[in-house]
């Protein structure tokens, strides 16, 4: 892509954007008359398409927030009234209203702004955010706060019907009707998660909006507004009023909450009327907003599921460019499940809401019945299979590292410590790249490794990968792969099914020399870098391949010609894999100089995903460096 080219597409010239470009913070946006916001919006949503085609990014689900957003700066006291954005992949309309339009194109690049909304980015960006379903509680405890303080601030949540199937979310509702404080709930409901959304929920939603209910409100809706009484007798009156419209008893209302809704969230006029007025209100209220993802780009509108998250395209395209992508660890483990599963009829595939992120789509169709996508529910994720094990099913529960923090009691409770027969294939192990700090799936070794019985594999390519799953999968018990996001080296995975055997480790390369050297021990995808510097350096190289069980006997064999160890591994140092080598040194009162490579004790921030190696200095020349001053010193 010419640089000068995107440069322009990204940068808000007042000719394309008269409005827009003067607009650097909601109190400018809160200067335009009323009249002069439906432009504003447009010009907002034009940028939006033309900015993030040029730099990539989250895309659907904010052209879908973009009235939204107007209506809530326009409307709200921000930043002392609180916006609270539910996942934050939808907030890019809002960074734009905050005074970040100008480096939008910087979004999740290295030292660009930051994929989701984030304290330390901006006053406006109320709580951090990335993964889901946070929002209602977050929003309440500010409420709760404020009204301990004696403050008349408002704090609205804005959630999906996606981040809604969260149990997190539902607790949070529950908790809200037992206090009484001013908080909005927005639902934005677009019936789709990442791919559609799932469940009796969004059933229940769908039933709202079916029909002459939904589209006799549409007529309807704006002339029961115009209708409305002068607002010193509005909150008591249109409370009734808006439930005559709406159906009587809904879930929320029996949840304490004052239901208001649906509206359709692309009318800014019904949007601004219908905050305006509920602001008025006291006590917890819930406004269901209908909307539309890719809402204003017909090939997103179309395909909400490709356009989630988008490369770079040209916006004058109705499709999106064709991946050249090498077949990544998802991919391997996608086509390994297909196999499997047709070898293994109690095979059960489970998802928490990540169908395509994690490649089970061919099996989502090959299996339908064998498939659960349970909606962004990770604990329930663990636990289904649990129960799934207990009647003798195999399940498989394909879920990231970073969501697998949600579900990590239901782990150790609910499957190991009951011995149940799951495999857990961790996806988007090590760090992730623009998706940044929140998602980097940094911490899986070290929860896992402390769970006793429990199996922990970690594929150095995509062949290891195929043979790990198998073993994981014959294993009698709980097994875990953690494997990295994108591809590997680039190895066939093959079609067989062989299994390792459990708990030990391959010899890579010996050292030449035979005097005492070093070794190096890798747990997964660093061995490639291993191999390299081990060319430099002379030294030994092993595949662990387990970091649970380890192989005991190999590290002992190593510990006699060796006269230092490196350990390596795409997790953090804090009681990872290398913690575990030095706790059976330790124990078998083995001396011998130890180094452990790995994520640093800090949070690793978003970034292209070669340059965060190289910051955690895992690169070769950083292993090098870091192996020179371990001999050095
Ligand atoms: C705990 C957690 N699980 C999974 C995800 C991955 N994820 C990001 S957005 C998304 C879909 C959200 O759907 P919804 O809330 O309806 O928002 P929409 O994209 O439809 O606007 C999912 C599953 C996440 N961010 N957090």
């Given at each position: 892509?010419?640089n000068?080219?995107?440069?322009?597409?990204?940068?808000?010239?007042?000719?394309?954007?008269?409005?827009l470009?003067?607009?650097?913070?909601?109190?400018?946006?809160?200067?335009?008359a009323r009249d002069q916001?439906q432009?504003a919006?447009?010009?907002?949503?034009?940028?939006?398409?033309?900015?993030?085609a040029?730099?990539?990014?989250?895309?659907?689900a904010?052209?879908g927030?973009?009235e939204l957003?107007?209506?809530?700066h326009y409307?709200?006291?921000?930043?002392?009234?609180?916006?609270?954005?539910?996942v934050g992949h939808?907030?890019?309309p809002?960074?734009?209203?905050?005074?970040r339009?100008e480096?939008?194109?910087?979004i999740r690049?290295t030292?660009g702004l930051?994929p989701?909304?984030?304290r330390?980015e901006s006053?406006?960006d109320?709580f951090?955010v990335?993964?889901?379903?946070?929002?209602i509680?977050?929003?309440l405890?500010?409420?709760v706060?404020a009204?301990a303080?004696?403050?008349?601030?408002?704090?609205?949540?804005v959630?999906?019907?996606g981040?809604m199937?969260?149990?997190?979310?539902?607790?949070a509702?529950?908790?809200?009707?037992a206090?009484?404080?001013n908080?909005?709930v927005?639902?934005n409901?677009?019936?789709?998660s990442i791919?559609e959304n799932?469940?009796?929920f969004?059933?229940?939603?769908a039933?709202?909006l079916?029909?002459?209910?939904y589209?006799?409100f549409?007529?309807?809706?704006?002339?029961?507004l115009?209708?409305?009484?002068k607002?010193?007798?509005w909150a008591h009156?249109?409370?009734e009023?808006l439930k005559?419209?709406?159906?009587?008893?809904?879930?929320?209302?029996?949840?304490?909450f004052?239901?208001?809704?649906?509206?359709d969230?692309h009318?800014?006029?019904?949007?601004?009327?219908?905050?305006?007025?509920i602001?008025?209100?006291?006590g917890?209220?819930?406004?269901?907003v209908?909307?539309r993802?890719g809402?204003?780009f017909s090939p997103a509108e179309?395909?909400?599921i490709a356009?989630?998250a988008?490369p770079?395209f040209?916006?004058?395209?109705t499709?999106?460019?064709a991946?050249?992508?090498?077949v990544t660890y998802?991919n391997?483990?996608?086509?390994?499940l297909c196999d499997?599963?047709e070898?293994?009829?109690?095979?059960?595939?489970?998802?928490?809401a990540m169908?395509?992120?994690?490649d089970?789509i061919a099996f989502?169709?090959k299996?339908?019945?064998r498939?659960?996508?349970v909606?962004?529910a990770e604990?329930h994720a663990v636990?289904?299979a649990?129960?799934?094990a207990c009647?003798?099913?195999?399940p498989?529960?394909a879920?990231?590292s970073?969501f697998l923090q949600?579900?990590y009691?239901?782990?150790i409770?609910?499957?190991v410590?009951?011995?149940?027969?799951?495999?857990f294939?961790?996806?988007?192990?090590?760090?992730?790249?623009?998706?940044?700090a929140?998602?980097h799936?940094a911490?899986?070794i070290?929860?896992?490794?402390?769970?006793?019985?429990?199996?922990?594999?970690?594929?150095?390519?995509?062949q290891?990968?195929?043979?790990?799953?198998?073993?994981?999968?014959e294993?009698?018990g709980?097994?875990a792969?953690?494997y990295p996001r994108?591809s590997?080296?680039?190895?066939?995975a093959g079609?067989?099914l062989?299994?390792l055997?459990?708990?030990k480790?391959i010899?890579?390369?010996?050292?030449?020399?035979d005097?005492q050297?070093?070794?190096?021990l890798?747990?997964?995808s660093l061995l490639?870098n291993?191999?390299?510097?081990?060319?430099a350096i002379d030294?030994t190289?092993?595949?662990?391949?387990?970091?649970?069980?380890l192989?005991?006997?190999?590290?002992l064999e190593?510990?006699q010609n060796?006269?230092?160890?490196i350990?390596?591994?795409?997790?953090v140092i804090?009681g990872?894999?290398?913690s575990?080598?030095?706790?059976?040194?330790?124990?078998?009162n083995?001396?011998i100089?130890?180094?452990h490579l790995?994520i640093?004790?800090?949070?690793i921030?978003?970034g292209?995903?070669d340059?965060?190696i190289t910051?955690?200095?895992l690169d070769?020349?950083?292993i090098?460096n870091?192996i020179?001053?371990f001999?050095e010193?």
């Amino acid at each position: 892509m010419n640089n000068n080219l995107s440069k322009k597409y990204m940068l808000c010239d007042p000719k394309t954007y008269p409005h827009l470009c003067k607009i650097d913070s909601p109190q400018d946006l809160r200067l335009l008359a009323r009249d002069q916001l439906q432009a504003a919006n447009d010009e907002l949503r034009e940028f939006l398409i033309n900015s993030i085609a040029h730099c990539g990014g989250h895309f659907a689900a904010g052209l879908g927030t973009v009235e939204l957003t107007i209506a809530l700066h326009y409307l709200f006291d921000t930043p002392s009234d609180k916006i609270i954005w539910d996942v934050g992949h939808q907030a890019y309309p809002h960074k734009v209203l905050t005074g970040r339009k100008e480096i939008l194109h910087s979004i999740r690049q290295t030292n660009g702004l930051h994929p989701f909304p984030s304290r330390s980015e901006s006053e406006y960006d109320a709580f951090g955010v990335g993964h889901s379903s946070t929002s209602i509680s977050a929003a309440l405890g500010m409420a709760v706060a404020a009204k301990a303080k004696g403050d008349d601030r408002r704090f609205v949540a804005v959630i999906g019907d996606g981040a809604m199937t969260a149990g997190l979310a539902f607790e949070a509702l529950n908790h809200a009707a037992a206090l009484d404080v001013n908080l909005t709930v927005i639902l934005n409901d677009n019936d789709m998660s990442i791919s559609e959304n799932v469940g009796g929920f969004r059933n229940y939603l769908a039933k709202i909006l079916s029909g002459k209910f939904y589209s006799g409100f549409k007529e309807s809706g704006k002339k029961a507004l115009q209708n409305m009484p002068k607002i010193t007798r509005w909150a008591h009156r249109v409370e009734e009023h808006l439930k005559g419209m709406v159906m009587p008893g809904t879930l929320f209302e029996e949840l304490g909450f004052n239901y208001i809704g649906p509206i359709d969230g692309h009318d800014l006029d019904v949007l601004l009327t219908m905050i305006g007025n509920i602001k008025r209100l006291t006590g917890p209220q819930i406004l269901h907003v209908v909307t539309r993802k890719g809402k204003g780009f017909s090939p997103a509108e179309k395909d909400p599921i490709a356009y989630h998250a988008v490369p770079i395209f040209d916006p004058k395209e109705t499709r999106l460019p064709a991946s050249k992508k090498k077949v990544t660890y998802s991919n391997v483990f996608g086509k390994w499940l297909c196999d499997m599963a047709e070898k293994e009829e109690k095979l059960m595939a489970i998802t928490p809401a990540m169908r395509e992120g994690s490649d089970l789509i061919a099996f989502s169709k090959k299996y339908e019945n064998r498939y659960f996508d349970v909606g962004i529910a990770e604990q329930h994720a663990v636990t289904i299979a649990a129960g799934m094990a207990c009647e003798g099913l195999k399940p498989v529960c394909a879920i990231y590292s970073t969501f697998l923090q949600r579900g990590y009691d239901q782990l150790i409770h609910d499957v190991v410590l009951q011995d149940l027969d799951v495999l857990f294939a961790i996806d988007r192990s090590g760090l992730v790249g623009g998706d940044g700090a929140t998602h980097h799936g940094a911490f899986d070794i070290s929860f896992l490794r402390c769970i006793p019985n429990l199996i922990i594999m970690a594929p150095s390519d995509e062949q290891e990968c195929r043979k790990m799953l198998t073993t994981g999968f014959e294993f009698k018990g709980c097994a875990a792969v953690r494997y990295p996001r994108g591809s590997g080296t680039g190895i066939e995975a093959g079609d067989s099914l062989e299994t390792l055997e459990i708990g030990k480790g391959i010899v890579k390369r010996k050292r030449k020399d035979d005097s005492q050297g070093i070794a190096l021990l890798a747990f997964g995808s660093l061995l490639k870098n291993a191999l390299i510097v081990a060319e430099a350096i002379d030294a030994t190289v092993v595949d662990m391949r387990f970091v649970k069980p380890l192989d005991k006997e190999l590290i002992l064999e190593l510990s006699q010609n060796h006269s230092r160890f490196i350990t390596l591994e795409e997790n953090v140092i804090a009681g990872g894999a290398g913690s575990a080598v030095s706790e059976f040194l330790a124990e078998e009162n083995i001396q011998i100089p130890i180094k452990h490579l790995g994520i640093p004790d800090k949070f690793i921030e978003h970034g292209d995903p070669d340059e965060l190696i190289t910051l955690c200095g895992l690169d070769v020349d950083g292993i090098i460096n870091q192996i020179s001053n371990f001999v050095e010193n």
